[in-house]
């Protein structure tokens, strides 16, 4: 059974880095583009970044575009979120997730399009 596991949250000062790990088991994700979504208390979830697994291809949402970086380690079975410049609005429970590639911008910035999600990891940027 597919499954994802994300690791790497914490609290960090406004202006830190994390990196936030995702390891996929249970199934191949060489046709899958895998994504990073966040969801803060009382507001929706949103697109932060996306890699298809087997290209260099990536995507990000506009709020974190230039301090954000997602990459893969496809060895390690690991997608990765390098978070710099972490800003205090950052903070929220960061999920990753795996979707069948679609190579469409919309279709992956859309939670509503993955098939397997993992538990979550909370971010906390404060001083």
């Known amino acids: 059974q597919a499954q994802l596991v994300e690791s790497g949250g914490g609290l960090v000062q406004p202006g830190g880095s994390l990196r936030l790990s995702c390891v996929a088991t249970?199934?191949?994700?060489?046709?899958?583009?895998m994504a990073w979504f966040r969801q803060a208390p009382g507001k929706e979830r949103e697109f932060v970044a996306v890699?298809?697994?087997?290209?260099?291809?990536?995507y990000y949402g506009d709020s974190v575009k230039g301090r954000f970086t997602i990459s893969r380690d496809n060895a390690k079975n690991t997608v990765y979120l390098q978070m710099n410049s972490l800003k205090p609005e950052d903070a929220a429970v960061y999920y990753c997730?795996?979707?069948?590639?679609?190579?469409?911008?919309?279709?992956?910035?859309?939670?509503?399009?993955?098939?397997?999600w993992g538990q979550g990891t909370q971010v906390t940027v404060s001083s």
């Open positions: 890699i298809i697994w087997s290209e260099s291809s990536t």
């Open positions: 997730a795996a979707a069948r590639v679609v190579y469409s911008r919309t279709y992956a910035a859309t939670a509503d399009n993955y098939d397997y």
């Open positions: 249970g199934r191949t994700f060489s046709n899958y583009m």
